[in-house]
T-cell receptor, first 112, second 115 residues
Framework: AQSVTQLGSHVSVSEGALVLLRCNYS??????LFWYVQYPNQGLQLLLK??????LVKGINGFEAEFKKSETSFHLTKPSAHMSDAAEYFC??????????FGTGTRLQVFP | SQTIHQWPATLVQPVGSPLSLECTVE??????LYWYRQAAGRGLQLLFY??????ISSEVPQNLSASRPQDRQFILSSKKLLLSDSGFYLC??????????????FGEGSRLTVL
């Protein structure tokens, strides 16, 4: 069965600092992996996706994630946090199906 | 371009009352449609999934039901709400052609509070 684990339900960083949100997946076959962002009281929007074309995936708003098969990880990073990055971030996995399995989310706070 | 609409945005209902949340998609045909529930600290739980009119897959046993009376309309219902039905409900769609598995487009959500 597929699943994702997001380590840390809350992450706090200072504006300008590195953002690192962790995601580990469990899948018996190569997965499709995603990061979604949710701003308060809104739906989710896609940040980036891994489809096996390249292990380093660049997304919107300066975010990127690296697929590491040996570590079964797909951590999300951004070199310099901005106040507008404060939101909840969800990692998700799918395998040849349209059904996404989401992690429990990580709330990112950015302090001035 | 494709859009997805959900309503109502906010709903406060007493225990035992019925529920109807509606979702419509515009600008695409024959989409896959989904209902997710988001409860505090529990991430997103897939409730229902539909690949076509009248075709509904239930992912978890629960007090809720879903229907798809038209190609781009997805309705979430309950005959009698429970306190545990409170949460943020999200409708989503994905395409059949040109989208690889899993790229979902979400509505703005419906926040349900059961008192």
């Amino acid at each position: 069965a597929q699943s994702v684990t997001q380590l840390g339900s809350h992450v706090s960083v200072s504006e300008g600092a590195l953002v690192l949100l962790r995601c580990n997946y469990s899948s018996s076959v190569p997965p499709y992996l995603f990061w979604y962002v949710q701003y308060p009281n809104q739906g989710l929007q896609l940040l980036l996706k891994y489809t096996s074309a390249a292990t380093l995936v660049k997304g919107i708003n300066g975010f990127e994630a690296e697929f590491k098969k040996s570590e079964t990880s797909f951590h999300l990073t951004k070199p310099s946090a901005h106040m507008s990055d404060a939101a909840e971030y969800f990692c998700a996995v799918a395998h040849n199906t349209d059904k996404l399995i989401f992690g429990t989310g990580t709330r990112l706070q950015v302090f001035p | 371009s494709q859009t997805i609409h959900q309503w109502p945005a906010t709903l406060v209902q007493p225990v035992g009352s019925p529920l109807s949340l509606e979702c419509t998609v515009e600008g695409t045909s024959n989409p896959n449609l989904y209902w997710y529930r988001q409860a505090a600290g529990r991430g997103l739980q897939l409730l229902f999934y539909s690949v076509g009119i009248g075709q509904i897959s239930s992912e978890v046993p629960q007090n809720l039901s879903a229907s798809r009376p038209q190609d781009r309309q997805f309705i979430l219902s309950s005959k009698k709400l429970l306190l545990s039905d409170s949460g943020f409900y999200l409708c989503a769609w994905s395409g059949r052609q040109g989208n690889f598995p899993g790229e979902l487009f979400f509505g703005e959500g419906s926040r349900l509070t059961v008192l």
